[in-house]
C-alpha cells in the first residue's frame, strides 16, 4: 500500500523553539509538498519540491524553510516558532505533472502542531 | 494565479437523499479539477478527478461530479447520501498540461448526513 508517513501526529512547542516536520514517501515520487490547514482558509501551499535540492515557495513560506537531501524525505522546518504557525500541517507527493500522471496528490496523516 | 470558491462552509442532507457540493474555479487554460474527502484526525484521501473528457466524472464511494466549462464549476454530487458520508470535503485545481505547479484548493466543505 502507498505511503506518505509524517513522523509526529501531535506536537506542543513554545514560541522561539526551532521545529521539525518530517516527511517520507515510498512511491518514488518527484514532488513533495507541504500545506497548512486552517478552519475557514482550506489547504495553503507553503513550500514544494520538484527534485531532490530543490525547492519553490508557495502561497505562505514567510518563518518557514525546507529541506530535501533525499528523493523520499522533505522536511519542514520552522526556524522560531509562533503562536500564528499553530496549526495542521499536511505532507503530500505526486509524480511530475504530464502524462500519464495527472497530478494527484497522496497526502500523509497530518501533524498538529500547538505552539504555546 | 488560480483559486477555488467553495460558497458552502457547511451543506445539511437526509440519509437517503442526494446531495451536492459547490465548487467553482478560475485557472489559466485548461484545468485539472480534483475532489477529496478529510474524516476527523485524518490526512486527505483523494475521490475523484476530471482531466479531459466526458464531463460526468465518477469516484470512490458512489460519488459523481459534473465539470461545467461555461460555468467554470465542478459540483460533486452523489444520489443518496449516507451517514458515513459526513466529513469535509475539498476542492482542488490546477493548470492542465505539463509543468512544476501545485494544487490550490478551497476553503472545504463540511457535510453532514442526518440519519
Known amino acids: 500500500d502507498v505511503k506518505v508517513t509524517q513522523s509526529s501526529r501531535y506536537l506542543v512547542k513554545r514560541t522561539g523553539e526551532k521545529v521539525f516536520l518530517e516527511c517520507v514517501q515510498d512511491?518514488?515520487?518527484?514532488?513533495m509538498f507541504w500545506y497548512r490547514q486552517d478552519p475557514g482558509l482550506g489547504l495553503r501551499l507553503i513550500y514544494f519540491s520538484y527534485d531532490v535540492k530543490m525547492k519553490e515557495k508557495g502561497d505562505i513560506p514567510e518563518g518557514y524553510s525546507v529541506s530535501r537531501e533525499k528523493k523520499e524525505r522533505f522536511s519542514l522546518i520552522l526556524e522560531s516558532a509562533s503562536t500564528n504557525q499553530t496549526s495542521m500541517y499536511l505532507c503530500?507527493?505526486?509524480?511530475?505533472?504530464?502524462?500519464?500522471?495527472?497530478?494527484?496528490?497522496?497526502f500523509g496523516e497530518g501533524s498538529r502542531l500547538t505552539v504555546l | 494565479a488560480q483559486s477555488v470558491a467553495q460558497p458552502e462552509d457547511q451543506v445539511n442532507v437526509a440519509e437517503g437523499n442526494p446531495l451536492t457540493v459547490k465548487c467553482t474555479y478560475s485557472v489559466s487554460g485548461n484545468p485539472y479539477l480534483f475532489w477529496y474527502v478529510q474524516y476527523p484526525n485524518r490526512g486527505l484521501q483523494f475521490l475523484l478527478k476530471?482531466?479531459?473528457?466526458?464531463?460526468l466524472v465518477k469516484g470512490s464511494y458512489g460519488f459523481e461530479a459534473e465539470f461545467n466549462k461555461s460555468q467554470t464549476s465542478f459540483h460533486l454530487k452523489k444520489p443518496s447520501a449516507l451517514v458515513s458520508d459526513s466529513a469535509l470535503y475539498f476542492c482542488a485545481v490546477s493548470p492542465g498540461g505539463t509543468g512544476r505547479r501545485a494544487l490550490t484548493f478551497g476553503s472545504g466543505t463540511r457535510l453532514q448526513v442526518q440519519p
Open positions: 512511491m518514488d515520487h518527484e514532488n
Open positions: 503530500a507527493s505526486s509524480s511530475p505533472m504530464g502524462p500519464p500522471s495527472t497530478g494527484e496528490l497522496f
Open positions: 476530471y482531466i479531459t473528457g466526458d464531463n
